[in-house]
């Protein structure tokens, strides 16, 4: 085992990104078969997914909480998208926005000078708009740079977009989007909605701990650099430098969000004593020993952009609402990204509003 393969080990266990590669099974396995074991486990009351939220967690904020709306719409899904609202959405564009440290799920080959994406990350998503004949990209980000890099890709994509887009974000990506349409305000007339899934929008402990751990962030630093990346986009991961941000663009994100249709995805997983209930388990019990309910990755409250209409649901982890890759949690992607696009099309078109 070579010394960069060994410290790249070290950083992944750690960061628990080694939760994508949980095997190939996992990644061939049919939709079918995922579509009937994919049940989100708070929907079905399971019992490992049945806990309230922490008082310590409990939010204060501004946006409205959707989660019971979800869990309707949730139940009636394949009822309500019907080939009228199959129609509206073929009217958008969806552009799916990933996150750090992601490129190696995504690994580009190069097909009639064309960028073709082959890895599992959004494959439900994708497959699902393909039957839809819902148009789609997936922005073309650079995952070891940091958001203002990144949010230059994307709004490249929403303004080359001949139609009007539903952005879906996922982890870090949603902070890509979200600089996109505060650098780039005249870009909101072209943006139905924007989804953001699991977003670090106030940091992440874990990023904090592997900044101070003078070992794993000169392991980390070399890995990025190793990649064309840089450590600024691990620092800006760290809750210090997103609630610094935060704060300095408070006035523009609160234009954005009163001018897009935005929901925040937030998730946690509790911990089943004796059992191994999720890869992300170590970061994850790290993070609820500060009592900070988590997905293994992002804390909840940390998902929820000040000011957006947010979802909150127990019992699904960082990596299944994206990602066919941990066999200790179904999820129904499909069910769950159809639910998703209907709130957004359901819902006026803020912009127009104001």
């Not at 305000?185 to 751990?213: H, M, W």
């Not at 000169?218 to 704060?247: C, W, Y």
Request: proline share 5%; net charge neutral.
């Amino acid at each position: 085992m070579t010394y960069r393969t060994t410290q790249l080990l070290l950083v992944l266990t750690v960061f628990s990104l080694n939760a994508y590669c949980t095997g190939p099974d996992m990644a061939t396995e049919s939709f079918k078969e995922l579509e009937q074991a994919g049940q989100i486990a708070a929907l079905q009351g399971d019992s490992a997914a049945s806990g309230t939220i922490p008082v310590a967690i409990k939010p204060a904020r501004v946006g409205r909480d959707l989660t019971e709306e979800f869990r309707l719409t949730w139940d009636t899904i394949d009822l309500k998208l019907g080939e009228s609202e199959k129609t509206e959405l073929r009217k958008y564009k969806v552009l799916f926005v990933r996150g750090f440290l992601t490129g190696g799920y995504v690994q580009p080959i190069s097909l009639f000078g064309k960028k073709v994406w082959t890895g599992p990350y959004f494959n439900d998503q994708i497959s699902l708009l393909k039957e839809l004949g819902v148009e789609f990209k997936m922005v073309d980000i650079d995952s070891t740079m940091p958001p203002a890099h990144n949010a230059k890709k994307t709004a490249k994509d929403i303004r080359d977009s001949d139609k009007p887009v539903i952005i879906i974000s996922h982890s870090d990506g949603g902070m890509y989007v979200l600089q996109a349409l505060t650098d780039n305000q005249d870009l909101l007339p072209n943006v139905r909605g924007f989804i953001s899934l699991q977003t670090p929008f106030g940091g992440t402990p874990i990023a904090e701990y592997i900044k101070d751990n003078k070992y794993l962030s000169a392991a980390m630093a070399k890995i990025l650099a190793h990649f064309g990346g840089t450590v600024d986009s691990l620092l800006n991961l760290t809750p210090e430098e997103r609630n610094r941000l935060q704060e300095s663009s408070r006035g523009t994100v609160r234009e954005v969000v009163s001018k897009v249709n935005m929901i925040s995805f937030a998730s946690w997983k509790d911990n089943e004593p004796n059992k191994i209930d999720t890869l992300l388990e170590l970061p994850r019990d790290y993070m609820l020993k500060q009592g900070l309910a988590n997905d293994g990755l992002v804390p909840l409250e940390s998902a929820i952009l000040p000011g957006s209409d947010y979802i909150k649901l127990p019992g699904v982890d960082h990596m299944v609402p994206v990602m066919a890759a941990d066999k200790m949690l179904k999820f129904d992607r499909r069910r769950f990204t159809k639910t998703l696009l209907l709130m957004i099309i359901s819902k006026p078109e803020k912009f127009s509003q104001n």
